[in-house]
Nanobody, 123 residues
Framework: QVQLVESGGGVVQAGGSLRLSCAAS????????LAWFRQSPGKEREFVSA???????LYADSVKGRFAISRDNAKNTGYLQMNSLQPEDTAVYYC?????????????????WGQGTQVTVSS
């Protein structure tokens, strides 16, 4: 089992930045792929970014060039650096983990989920 806890959400003005963290505990973090999803009110949860244990990354087109995913295996923590935030980025952001080394973009591709952290971008 893997337990995930997100932090770092908050309120920021458009154009600002936030860095989300995802602290993992339980089984060896190094062997898990890590992803970020987000969900806005009335919308389905959508893929944002993912990183394998080897460091391969994937981004949704909507965040490419603005967001950066990373991980520190020694600290059992993943990160999502979000720059040039826009009001449409407002959502609850979820961290997810998978046993697979494949970069997956679907909710079903991940076995473990955090509770989410709210990000609000004001215009």
């Amino acid at each position: 089992q893997v337990q995930l806890v997100e932090s770092g959400g908050g309120v920021v003005q458009a154009g600002g930045s936030l860095r989300l963290s995802c602290a993992a505990s339980g089984r060896t973090f190094t062997w898990y792929s890590l992803a970020w999803f987000r969900q806005s009110p009335g919308k389905e949860r959508e893929f944002v970014s993912a990183i394998t244990w080897g460091g391969r990354v994937l981004y949704a087109d909507s965040v490419k060039g603005r967001f950066a995913i990373s991980r520190d295996n020694a600290k059992n923590t993943g990160y999502l650096q979000m720059n040039s935030l826009q009001p449409e980025d407002t959502a609850v952001y979820y961290c997810a983990a998978s046993d697979s080394n494949v970069l997956r973009t679907t909710i079903g591709g991940y076995d473990y989920w955090g509770q989410g952290t709210q990000v609000t971008v004001s215009s």
